[in-house]
């Protein structure tokens, strides 16, 4: 087979098929131009180790499109994880807090479905991470909404919080304020039918709030304040969906809070417990005399004092009202001292 002539430098090369052998990277220019004239397709002979050129990466693999521009690459060990070990980057979607900030819900395994567990629906859940003495067992449980003492505890209310933003199938971790242990993890694997609180007769309203009143009252008179007043308040939720005038019972309801919301130190609260009761009841005596014990708790004397003198000018005899009413106005001899004192420092 005839050849087209090349050029002198092709001829050498060719001729000495031995010094070629020898010196492959020496010869690798004339090899280039020998194929260019023959106009044959290149073969994969040599294996330089020579940098690509960025535009061929970008023409044979169109995705590192955004690597190159954006500029060095990355460890390709780190780029090659599998998107479970990569760091999960959180939406406003995957976060829940609770209106009345006593958790954070993160949304590891979304649910499926529009279901959500309500009064009565009977929850089978998986719980691991819950602080000792939560009142809930690890593992696998069934738990009923709105029924059952493992709500009198607080981890108890914050469950069943959550439970109520769940559907069936999430899996969630929960952020406790103060918690430092393990994470806080419930999944909710399926639940029954149950009912909002709107969908139920008020007689059926008043029979459920009437089991949460004398829970409470048990749990208070076992000197457990903070569960009396979860029992309290549940009940008073289902009251407050009642049409007007409401039953009666929610005075009792909110004195009582009251008294818990003395014994937890909230006396703001507490003070805002007996203004609903004297709304209703303006000569409720329990009602005064605590709204009075808070409104010393909270500096404001004067108001304390008025209070708790309706109460002594209906029950003289008061020795609650009347101890209290003492360290009001000692409290207040005290205040007008240091004032006077820090007037004379000032102009005298």
Known sequence: METPPINPVGEKDTSQPQQWEKYPKKNLNSTTQIRQQLQEPPIEVLELKVSPDPASQILENPQRTDTLA?????????SHRSASEMPELLQASDLWHCPDGSFVKKIIIRGHGLDKPKLGSRCRVLAFGFPFGSGLPEGWTELTMGLG?????????????????????????????GHCGPPVRLTLASFTQGQDSWELEASEKEALARKEHARGTELFRAGNPAGAARCYGRALRLLLTLPPPGTPERTVLHANLAACQLLLGQPHLAAQSCDRVLEREPGHLKALYRRGVAQAALGNLEKATADLKKVLAVDPKNRAAQEELGKVIFKGKKQDAGLAQGLRKMFG
């Open 149 to 177: 003492p493992w709500r009198e505890e607080t981890c108890g209310e914050i469950i069943e919080k959550c439970l109520e933003s769940m559907c069936q199938g999430e899996e969630a971790e929960l952020q406790l304020p």
């Open 70 to 78: 954006a500029g060095p690459e990355e460890d390709p060990d780190k």
